[in-house]
């Protein structure tokens, strides 16, 4: 299974076939839709041999025809066979760390909701229907229902559908109002939907705040965290963490006994929410970390510091050379990581300026999908 949700075959003259709805083990018959110099991808025109973990999809929703929604991708595989094959993507792509071959790697951790589990989801509208998009399109899959969501949000849903079908909008006034309110990439406007939302006040392009989608996992993560933060933690001990966000993590180094964190993220409004938890020790402040002038501004605690926590977004860090010249007492990397290709690549620079990774726990954050979340630690040669 592919990364983004297909299944791969190998044709005869040796290129690569993505197939969507395919599952690991089947036996197809299809045809080549569409033909690239190194890959092409393939249509199912018939299952001849199902695989002995293929299930049928529970959503009434998924296909990959336009208006189908097709984001559950891997609802056609038993939930044993998506952790496998998430395992394997976990061991392929650390093939490449030279020093993931004495590591600790551990199997993904299963999500307890199979089903039910989300507490945020964005949905896209053209004024009167609400859905997703079919995939590699920008075609909408209108939707009645969503089982991946929990039913609090299920029930707001259903509220909204029902107020769009009586008071729809138009998107060309909406545009001309405000053009942030519409999506750059598809031109539709959107709804964020979150338990903290007030359903009766919700607007179009109203952009909730940033948490983990599934509470149950991100608890799992926080206790996993604090226990190899504790290890690190001694009276004075100084922690950096980078994007931040709300606290989510950052109460977990206060838990730990870090005395001296500086929490940095990019988010204003975050770090007004952060900061006013008040937690003991911690300095909160806006930076954009992918501006390299941050370290500068921040050399003194930089260099001070024996953690870093870091939980960037899927297209990872790449100011790791400019920090670590000057994080020179720097013994222990804690990355959380949703995206696992991201993650190997800043992997490998932190293992050419010293570090090693020596622990790494996959966490399934989302069942039903090939996405995937890493735990790793990393520490000083």
Not at 328 to 355: P, W
Request: aromatic content about 8%; hydrophobic content about 40%.
């Amino acid at each position: 299974m592919s990364s983004n949700g297909a299944g791969l075959a190998r044709h005869p003259d040796g290129f690569v076939v993505f197939v969507s709805g395919a599952w690991v083990g089947d036996f197809l018959k299809i045809s080549l839709v569409e033909k690239k110099k190194n890959f092409a991808t393939g249509k199912i025109l018939e299952v001849l041999k199902p695989s002995a973990e293929r299930v049928d999809p529970r959503c009434p929703h998924f296909g990959y025809e336009l208006g189908q929604c097709g984001g559950c991708a891997w609802q056609i595989g038993s939930y044993a066979s998506q952790l496998a094959e998430k395992d394997l993507t976990v061991k392929h792509s650390l093939n490449k760390l030279q020093s993931a071959q004495s590591a600790k790697i551990s199997k993904a951790q299963p999500s307890p909701k199979e089903w039910g589990y989300r507490n945020r989801a964005r949905l896209q509208t053209d004024g009167s229907r609400l859905g997703y998009l079919t995939p590699q399109t920008h075609q909408l899959a209108p939707i009645e229902d969503c089982i991946v969501l929990k039913d609090q949000l299920r029930e707001k849903l259903l509220v909204l559908k029902d107020r769009l079908r009586r008071e729809p909008f138009d998107l060309a006034e909406l545009s001309a109002d405000d053009k942030s309110l519409l999506d750059r990439k598809t031109g539709f406007s959107f709804f964020d939907l979150d338990e903290d939302l007030e359903i009766e006040w919700a607007f179009p392009g109203q952009v909730m705040k940033f948490r983990q989608a599934n509470d149950e996992q991100n608890q799992f993560m926080k206790n996993w965290v604090l226990e190899r933060c504790a290890l690190s933690s001694s009276k004075g001990s100084t922690a950096i963490e980078l994007f931040s966000g709300e606290g989510n993590f950052t109460e977990v180094l206060v838990r730990a006994g870090f005395q001296d964190i500086l929490a940095l993220e990019g988010a204003p409004t975050a770090v007004d929410a952060l900061n006013s938890k008040n937690l003991k020790g911690v300095d909160s402040k806006t930076e954009n970390l992918f501006l390299e002038n941050f370290v500068a501004r921040h050399s003194e605690m930089i260099s001070k510091a024996e953690l870093l926590l870091l939980d960037p977004p899927r297209d990872g860090w790449k100011l790791k050379d400019q920090f670590l010249a000057k994080a020179k007492n720097l013994k222990k990397i804690i990355y959380v990581s949703c995206h696992m290709a991201t993650f190997l690549r800043d992997a490998q620079d932190f293992e050419r300026a010293g570090f090693r990774l020596v622990e790494l726990q996959p966490v399934d954050q989302f069942p039903q999908t090939p996405h995937l979340e890493v735990l790793a630690v990393l520490e000083k040669n």
